[in-house]
């Protein structure tokens, strides 16, 4: 009998242990239950600034040379050198430019004989004393006596070219490839690149083509500068596409008067491409994935959460704008989310 007690008292107690562990269990689980506070998320308008890395060209280069081999006898600029136009660079050997000065004068003399023959020849025309074909053959003698000194003063002319290099434009010297003694080859003596204004060159996606005009202004910053900031304006769309990235080229016109800009310098260029209605998220909201450059945000609803792949356009202040993910009127969570997973239930905390 007391056997019997005991076995009883003790199947008691261990349906007591166990119904009291199962309610321990439950209550556990409800305490895990992760806990997360959300906001609610509507679209607006967002200025569309988008901002290019940018590579500074000059807006002229002009390589100096002579058309022909010759000796350089002197270099008067060197690289870095300022150059005003028509100053001038190089001088080459002259020992030719004598003997076209003589040409062209020959040609002259022969000119002036020819014109006095046929003045003579037109007066005698006019009192009878001579003929008409003598004055066509005088007429065709003097053109090609005119012809003749044109042709040498041209070749005298394109020898001195040759010979007194002088820069067509201002700008700064960027290569001097010879010295003083050395032959012409090749490579130009001098190069020149006019570096007021300058072009910045940025290339853009085929999705923001339309939103690109020639004239519209930019702004421009340069790591060299810190936060200075330059104005300039679009001066060309480029009429086709890169097959390769897909991106069409822009050149942007930057004043330079200063010469603080120079060619091959690396610089941001910020562009207004108008306004677009977009949803805009706490910053605190965003999730990067590890390892990936993915970004999430966990979406409540019907008291779980979902795990959406987001698209982010800008920075916002303390926000962000994001393209694509999350729909006006969402709830997302803000805080809480290191306990998260896609399709996690969860108490909100207000």
Do not use: W
């Amino acid at each position: 009998m007391k056997k019997k007690i005991y076995f009883t008292s003790l199947l008691l107690s261990t349906f007591t242990l166990f119904f009291s562990c199962s309610g321990e269990k439950e209550n556990n689980e409800v305490e895990k239950k992760p806990t997360v506070k959300i906001e609610r998320v509507e679209s607006r308008d967002v200025e569309q600034i988008n901002v290019y890395t940018a590579t500074v060209e000059p807006e002229l280069i002009n390589n100096i040379s002579s058309s022909t081999p010759n000796r350089i006898k002197e270099i008067f600029v060197d690289e870095g050198f300022n150059v005003s136009k028509g100053q001038t660079v190089a001088i080459l050997d002259d020992i030719n430019i004598t003997s076209y000065e003589l040409q062209v004068a020959n040609a002259k003399a022969s000119l002036d004989n020819i014109r006095q023959d046929y003045e003579r020849a037109v007066k005698l025309l006019e009192i009878g004393g001579g003929t008409q074909q003598s004055v066509d053959q005088m007429k065709l003698q003097l053109t090609n006596a005119e012809n003749s000194l044109a042709s040498a003063e041209r070749t005298l002319r394109n020898v001195k070219e040759n010979t007194i290099l002088v820069s067509p434009i201002s700008g700064v010297v960027t290569a001097r490839n010879y010295d003083p003694g050395d032959m012409t080859g090749a490579l130009p003596i001098v190069t020149v690149a006019q570096v007021n204004p300058v072009k910045i060159i940025i290339n853009i996606p085929e999705s923001e083509l339309s939103k690109v005009s020639k004239g519209m202004p930019a702004t421009i910053t340069f790591d060299t500068y810190g936060d200075e900031v330059f104005d300039g304006h679009v001066t060309m769309v480029s009429p086709t596409v890169d097959t390769n990235s897909r991106t069409f080229s822009v050149e942007i016109g930057l004043q330079n008067s200063e010469g603080k800009i120079l060619p091959g310098m690396f610089g941001r260029v910020r562009l207004e491409l108008g306004r677009a209605n977009h949803v805009v998220v706490p910053d605190r909201a965003i999730v990067k994935q590890p390892g990936s450059a993915n970004q999430y945000v966990y979406v409540f609803h019907n008291g779980k959460v979902s795990y959406n792949k987001v698209e982010i356009g800008q920075r916002l202040g303390n926000a962000y704008e994001l393209l694509s993910g999350v729909q006006p009127g969402d709830s997302v969570v803000v805080t809480g989310q290191t306990k998260l997973a896609d399709g996690v239930a969860v108490d909100i905390v207000n």
